[in-house]
C-alpha cells in the first residue's frame, strides 16, 4: 500500500476536516483539503486522488451527486461522513457507489482505520496488472446470452451497446453473470457487493436491482420468493 497516495477530504467544516487531515499525516498519508464539491470537481481535472472522504452535506451540489460523478468516470475509493444516520441515506449513498459510509460524530481513528482498510482492498484489487493484461482480459470476458461483462475494463455491454453501472451495480451482476441460475438470498448478495462489515438493511439490494433492470431493458434478473434473486438464462462462457 503506498501511504504517498494523495487522500481527498471534501468537508465544509474546517475543524473537521483539519482533525482528519492531522491524523493521516500521522499515518504518512498525503491529503488535499476541500470546502465544496465543486473545489473537488476543479481539483480532480487535474490532480485525480488516490481516494475520497465526502460530507454530504455540503454547501452548493452535496456529497451524494459528487460521488455519482466521480464513480460515473473513475474506481477508486469513497468514503462517505455524514450527521445523517437514517437508513435511506446510507443506503442511497451506496447505491451511488460509496464503499463505506460513517456517521458524525465519529473518532478520527476509526476513520482512518476504514481508510486503510478500503485502500487495501483496492490496491489487492490491483496487483494484477502485467504484459500480458490484454490476453488475460480476454480469457476472463463473461458472455450471458445478450449480456457481456468485461471484469479487466469493468465494462459491460448489452446487445453490444455499452452500459453506464456504478461500482456495486457492476459487482453485483458480476456475481450473477458468474453463477447463472443460481438463487441468491439478500445476505449472500450484500456480503458479495457490500461486504461482511456492512450493518444496513437488506433493502440496499432491492434498490440496487431495481436500478440494474432499469439500466438494462430486459435482463433475465427475476425475483425468487420468499428467497431472494437470480439471473436466468444460458450458461457462462469464460
Same mark, same amino acid.
Given at each position: 500500500?503506498?501511504?504517498n497516495?494523495?487522500?481527498?477530504i ?43 472522504v ?21 474506481e ?31 473518532s ?6 476504514? =481508510? $486503510? !482498510?478500503?485502500?487495501?482492498?483496492? #490496491?489487492? /484489487? ?7 493484461? &490484454?490476453? %488475460?482480459?480476454?480469457?476472463?470476458k ?19 451497446t ?16 458468474e ?29 440496487? =436491482? $431495481? !436500478?440494474?433492470?432499469?439500466?438494462? #431493458?430486459? /435482463?433475465?434478473?427475476e425475483?425468487?420468493?420468499?428467497? &431472494?434473486? %437470480? ?8
Amino acid at each position: 500500500m503506498n501511504n504517498n497516495a494523495v487522500i481527498a477530504i471534501v468537508e465544509d467544516d474546517e475543524n473537521i476536516r483539519h482533525l482528519v487531515e492531522a491524523y493521516l499525516h500521522k499515518e504518512n498519508y498525503r491529503t488535499v483539503g476541500l470546502g465544496s464539491a465543486e473545489e473537488a470537481l476543479e481539483f480532480w481535472k487535474s490532480s485525480p486522488p488516490k481516494m475520497w472522504v465526502l460530507d454530504i452535506m455540503l454547501p452548493g451540489m452535496d456529497g451524494y451527486e459528487l460521488c455519482r460523478r466521480i464513480r460515473d468516470e473513475a474506481e477508486v475509493p469513497i468514503i462517505m461522513i455524514s450527521a445523517k444516520d437514517n437508513e435511506v441515506d446510507k443506503i442511497l449513498g451506496f447505491e451511488l457507489g460509496s464503499d463505506d459510509y460513517l456517521v458524525k460524530p465519529f473518532s478520527p481513528r476509526e476513520l482512518v482505520a476504514r =481508510i $486503510k !482498510r478500503q485502500l487495501e482492498r483496492w #490496491d489487492k /484489487l490491483g496487483q494484477d496488472g502485467g504484459l500480458d493484461a &490484454g490476453k %488475460r482480459a480476454e480469457e476472463m470476458k463473461i458472455m450471458l446470452g445478450r449480456l457481456q461483462i468485461m471484469p479487466e475494463e469493468r465494462r459491460v455491454f448489452w446487445d453490444k451497446t455499452e452500459v453506464e453501472l456504478t461500482s456495486k451495480e457492476f459487482q453485483m451482476l458480476k456475481v450473477f453473470a458468474e453463477h447463472p441460475n443460481r438463487a441468491f438470498t439478500r445476505e449472500e448478495l450484500l456480503s458479495y457487493v457490500w461486504g461482511d462489515d456492512y450493518f444496513g438493511s437488506d433493502r440496499a439490494v432491492d434498490h440496487l =436491482i $431495481k !436500478r440494474m433492470r432499469k439500466k438494462i #431493458d430486459g /435482463l433475465p434478473l427475476e425475483s425468487v420468493w420468499g428467497h &431472494g434473486y %437470480r439471473m436466468r438464462e444460458g450458461q457462462v462462457q469464460v
